[in-house]
């Protein structure tokens, strides 16, 4: 995404460097370089960014920006797992395990969204950014991963609150689907600042969660016999 250049004085660089000048602890200078960063590569994509615009924002000067956080390249990888840190960790505490396997279903849709919908440019960092890019795609591919594995392990912990078990193949792959259904939607999200978190959880859940419920109650589509 191209954008007019960004200022120190307009909402989105203030956003970026909080208003802060003077003597802060470093790592909370590292946070508003980063916040800076990510602003700078959603707007302007890795290749495009500019080391002295990120310095700028951020109120520091440039040699400093290296200091602290290294090249453009580990700028971004520190950017990359700062966001996916935050999706991952916020993903995993959505859910509340006491709950019916619906609302668990929900709530971490829900929380999903709400990431995306609060942090849009972290989201354009991660999936429209890095997705694509040697060696950031390997960055997001473990992202990927660990998102899967907390999704897995809240479908296991709600069928086995049903009393079920599913074997651990199917469970990955129904994973994989609410993953891929989930970053398409978020995408759009992205675009659609009006948009609710809330409200497209619940688009989603509609569309999946008739057929979840179907199947952790033992319920499977096959194809017909030849």
């Excluded at 990359?80 to 609302?103: F, H, I, K, W, Y």
Aim: contains cysteine; aromatic residues 6%; hydrophobic residues 40%.
């Amino acid at each position: 995404m191209q954008s007019s250049p960004l200022t120190p004085g307009d909402p989105a660089a203030a956003r970026a460097d909080g208003g802060r000048t003077g003597r802060v602890p470093r790592a909370e200078r590292e946070q508003q370089m980063l916040d800076a960063a990510v602003l700078v590569f959603s707007r302007r994509g890795f290749h495009h960014a500019n080391m002295d615009e990120i310095a700028e924002l951020s109120g520091v000067s440039k040699p400093m920006v290296y200091a602290y956080l290294g090249t453009k390249e580990e700028l971004f990888i520190a950017c990359l797992r700062r966001e996916s840190a935050r999706l991952v960790s916020g993903l995993a505490a959505a859910a509340d395990p006491t709950l019916p396997p619906d609302q668990q279903l929900w709530r971490g849709l829900k929380g999903f969204f709400e990431f995306v919908g609060a942090h849009r440019d972290g989201w354009s960092v991660l999936y429209r950014q890095a997705r694509t890019q040697q060696p950031f795609s390997a960055e997001i591919s473990r992202m990927r991963e660990a998102v899967v594995e907390v999704i897995t392990d809240r479908l296991d912990g709600a069928l086995r609150q049903e009393g079920r078990q599913v074997k651990p193949d199917d469970l990955t792959a129904m994973a994989l689907t609410l993953v891929g259904a989930s970053e398409s939607l978020a995408d759009w999200l992205a675009d659609h600042p009006d948009e609710d978190p809330g409200r497209t959880a619940t688009r989603l859940m509609n569309a999946v969660w008739l057929g979840a419920d179907q199947l952790m109650r033992g319920s499977t589509w096959r194809p017909p016999t030849p």
